[in-house]
């Protein structure tokens, strides 16, 4: 399989090179050295979250990802604000960098064929929409893998695309509602809140991303393609972890506690004499140097709460002696003395906080992605490498803005390949 040229602002289709690792050709890139996913080309039909954030990280590590948009663009591109000086949905901005955007109405016979072409050519299909939602389009998996029978699909829905889930449409607040994180969330004797972030849609995408590319290992020993599919639904029950399995396991049906812990204590907010900190004493080392720390090293030696399970259960007993010795403490020297012999202590910090605080660690979670005039700041890749760097050549595209030069390269034949990858697409 080729791919489109590396221009990132359209003129032009480069003439494939041969690969000598990956499925497809691969144009030349503009930085560094090679990336582990190079050659691999995404066809990414999805939207709004799971989706995109899959396809970003793929992307970031070399993939070729071609964004199909409806005319109407992506939902995100609408979802405001906040907003960039230039007026860009940060929303949209944040998971679709290094991705080049098509726009396609399957409506429309020559689009509809340029996109099943794309699927034909693709390595990956990735999509979300509702189960079955493609089929009229000859864009599903049995008829993409009937002319691309190496293709790994992946699909993302809201709760499984059989029997009564597959009606019911994936919304993360939703997922949130009735896969039971919202009966975690908030106060003991409050309502139930959702989380700060779609925390169901950002953990399918990780899981579908990990699909993707066990998916292309296998592909690798076999030469065979595969459907990966992936759910909020299904996502929620591993990712809540310890909390289903407290009920799987147990018998056991975890309620909300505010910022308590299940099974540790003490693990959540505590109050100083000014703001509160998050102390965090996982075990019993940690918590003899806290309460040496404030002064009480008998407390750690009282055998009502010498052990983890034995602080958790007298939690109500421990509170107030800890709390008075905490609050003749302020939250910054708290949060030196603690860290300094060894006891987990942060702040809660806003989102600038944070941001500011990673900067101050030398983590560097603010990169420039493209370049030039069209340069926007983004977030930085949540993984490093010793080989190899994360790119951030391509900004977020415009709606369309690529379109005239994906389809320039569809419809070069795919016998323009080198007879080196037209034998081992053959094979497959």
């Not at 994180?181 to 990990?210: C, E």
């Not at 972890?241 to 799987?248: G, K, S």
């Not at 309460?291 to 107030?320: K, M, S």
């Amino acid at each position: 399989m080729s791919h489109p040229g590396s221009d990132d602002r359209g003129g032009g289709v480069a003439a494939p090179t041969q690969n000598p690792v990956g499925t497809a050709a691969h144009g030349p890139r503009q930085t560094g050295g090679r990336l582990p996913l190079e050659g691999i080309v995404i066809a990414d039909f999805s939207r709004v979250l799971a989706g995109p954030y899959a396809t970003m990280l793929l992307a970031d590590l070399g993939a070729e990802v071609i964004k199909v948009e409806g005319t109407g663009g992506d939902d995100t591109r609408t979802w405001v604000p906040p907003r960039r000086p230039d007026g860009v949905s940060t929303y949209y901005a944040a998971i679709n960098r290094n991705k080049k955007s098509i726009v396609l109405d399957f409506k429309d016979a020559d689009d509809l064929d340029a996109a099943q072409q794309l699927a034909a050519r693709a390595d990956v299909v990735i999509e979300n929409f509702k189960p079955g939602g493609l089929k009229k389009f000859g864009l599903d998996y049995d008829s993409v893998s009937k002319t691309n029978p190496s293709v790994i699909y992946s699909s993302i829905t809201g709760f499984g695309a059989q029997g009564e889930g597959a009606k019911y449409p994936g919304y993360d607040l939703i997922v949130q509602a009735m896969s039971g994180l919202m009966s975690l969330t908030g106060s003991p004797d409050g309502p139930p809140f959702r989380a700060g972030i779609s925390v169901f849609d950002v953990m399918a995408g990780l899981h579908s991303s990990i699909g993707i590319l066990a998916a292309l290992r296998q592909r690798d020993h076999t030469g065979e393609g595969t459907h990966v599919e992936a759910s909020l639904m299904a996502s929620a029950m591993s990712g809540l972890v310890n909390q289903t399995h407290a009920y799987v396991g147990g018998g056991t049906t975890p309620m909300r506690m505010g910022n308590a812990h299940p099974s540790l204590y003490p693990y959540e907010a505590m109050p100083t004499a000014d703001d509160d900190v998050i102390i965090a004493a996982g075990n019993n080392t940690q918590f003899s140097r806290l309460c040496t720390v404030l002064g009480i090293p008998e407390i750690a030696e009282d055998e009502r709460f010498a052990d983890v399970g034995d602080r958790t259960e007298r939690r109500d007993e421990l509170r107030p002696v800890l709390e008075a010795e905490l609050r003749k403490h302020t939250a910054q020297e708290l949060f030196e003395k603690l860290n300094d012999v060894g006891v987990p202590c942060g702040p809660i910090n806003t989102i600038k906080q944070g941001v500011e605080y990673a900067e101050a660690l030398g983590l560097e979670p603010v990169v420039q992605v493209g370049s030039g005039a069209d340069a926007v700041p983004g977030v930085r890749h949540p993984l490093t490498f010793s080989t190899m760097t994360p790119r951030y050549e391509l900004a977020p595209p415009r709606l369309g803005e690529h379109t005239e030069e994906i389809k320039a390269w569809l419809k070069q034949p795919e016998s323009q390949q080198p007879e080196s990858q037209q034998s081992e697409r053959t094979q497959r």
